[in-house]
């Protein structure tokens, strides 16, 4: 392993103060060169990593997650023993130090910033979602597996494969909404359109996907273009914006359902989201909405945002409820299910990423693609740790009424 070429001792003494100022002495080996380390605390913790020089470690200080997650991807420190995902929970599930205290309290002075990138990042929509969802089909179907799904999977008990934790979810999905035989579905932001495939054959609807994203509205034409007559006529794919997409028309289907679109939307948009809905349901239908919820209203982290989902945002429940409600719709319930579904779901698709590396690397898939996925997959891990940010999934089950009120 190729550690980082620091200057002297000097350089090292003052990287483990600021290290020690930082995270504490919680255990962290820190390694220099060979035969050269120092350990923060009394315990060895299992992680041992090669610190990144003062430059780096200085941004870390003003921006600690957005260096910190650079530094990875670019190299700049090592991890040398122990999991990403271990380290990253160590980090973030104990008490801050005073100085990271303080950092806190600074940090929430950028919170009208915060908001206004996020009222404004939705007239960007498109180009947010192609970031990330654009990669082609073959990568997201090596880890994602057979079901091609990517959200939070259902782990009931005695689940014990990701594709069946997948189906479980699809089907939660399917009776929250009511969906029955020739209902007129439309899935939200249908990705690779697993769920319109689920809802046509195993329900009998007539299944409508939206998406903006070129390489998923293929494939899901792909596939469907597969499947018997009986079922390919039941499915229609559309490559448009949601709030494109027969927006002179009132009452079109029966039910809506959506999933792990709403964390793409951004704060200026979920009134207009849920005016949207309404528009399209018939009178008394149905719509599941599934998002990742986190337990009160917060920022986005700023690694996430520059890195994998610009624009995006976790919403809290509440954030969920209150424009709905003000769309004229009514809330009949809400599930939101613990956050090991979704920690469980990411542990397998890191594994799998892991796994299928050494087939898919090469050319643009250099040893950066490798660590962005790597710290994105176990960041967000560890995103659902109680201890961590305690993040869980929702879903909001709404109507909309027989009668206008």
Same mark, same amino acid.
């Given at each position: ?36 380390? %120092?350990?923060? +605390?009394?315990?060895?913790?299992? $992680?041992?990593?090669?610190?990144? !020089? /003062?430059? =780096? ?121 009511? %969906?029955?035989? +020739?209902?007129?579905?439309?899935? $939200?932001?249908?990705?690779?359109? !697993? /769920?319109? =495939? ?208």
């Amino acid at each position: 392993m190729v550690l980082p070429n620091y200057a002297g001792q000097w350089e090292k003494d003052i990287i483990t103060r600021v290290m020690r100022m930082m995270v504490g002495d919680i255990g962290l080996r820190l390694v220099f060169g060979p035969g050269e380390e %120092v350990l923060l +605390g009394n315990s060895y913790c299992g $992680i041992t990593m090669a610190p990144p !020089r /003062l430059k =780096r470690l200085f941004q870390m200080l003003f921006q600690p997650s957005l260096a910190f997650g650079d530094g990875y991807v670019k190299g700049d420190w090592r991890l040398v023993e122990g999991d990403l995902y271990e380290l990253l929970v160590l980090l973030t599930s104990r008490s801050p130090t005073k100085f990271m205290q303080m950092y806190n309290t600074l940090a929430d002075l950028r919170t009208p910033a915060f908001l206004m990138r996020h009222l404004v990042m939705p007239l960007h929509a498109r180009r947010n979602l192609h970031e990330h969802y654009n990669l082609d089909a073959d990568f997201y179907h090596r880890f994602l597996g057979e079901s091609m799904t990517y959200s939070c999977a259902f782990w009931e008990p005695g689940t014990e494969t990701l594709e069946q934790a997948q189906l479980n979810k699809l089907n939660k999905v399917a009776q929250r909404a009511q %969906v029955q035989p +020739g209902d007129r579905v439309l899935d $939200i932001g249908c990705g690779w359109g !697993r /769920l319109t =495939r689920f809802l046509a054959t195993d329900y009998g609807a007539d299944a409508h996907g939206v998406t903006v994203t070129p390489g998923q509205f293929k494939e899901a034409q792909r596939v469907a273009g597969e499947l018997p007559e009986e079922v390919r006529s039941r499915l229609h794919y559309h490559l448009t914006d949601y709030r494109e997409y027969r927006k002179d028309e009132t009452a079109i289907f029966d039910k809506v359902v959506s999933v792990g679109m709403y964390e793409h939307l951004g704060l200026g948009q979920y009134r207009h989201y849920f005016d949207t809905i309404r528009r399209y349901l018939v009178p008394g239908g149905r719509a599941v909405i599934h998002s990742i919820v986190r337990p009160k209203p917060g920022k986005t982290d700023e690694w996430i945002h520059r890195n994998i989902f610009p624009g995006g945002y976790i919403p809290a429940v509440s954030e969920m409820i209150a424009p709905a409600e003000k769309a004229g719709l009514d809330i009949e319930t809400v599930y939101v299910h613990e956050g090991e579904n979704y920690r469980r779901t990411l542990e397998v698709w890191r594994e799998r990423f892991h796994q299928i590396w050494p087939e898919i690397r090469g050319g643009a898939r250099d040893d950066e693609f490798f660590r962005l996925w790597d710290f994105y997959l176990a960041g967000s891990e560890s995103a659902f740790v109680p201890e961590v940010a305690n993040m869980g999934v929702a879903h909001l089950v709404i109507r909309k009424p027989r009668y206008d009120r």
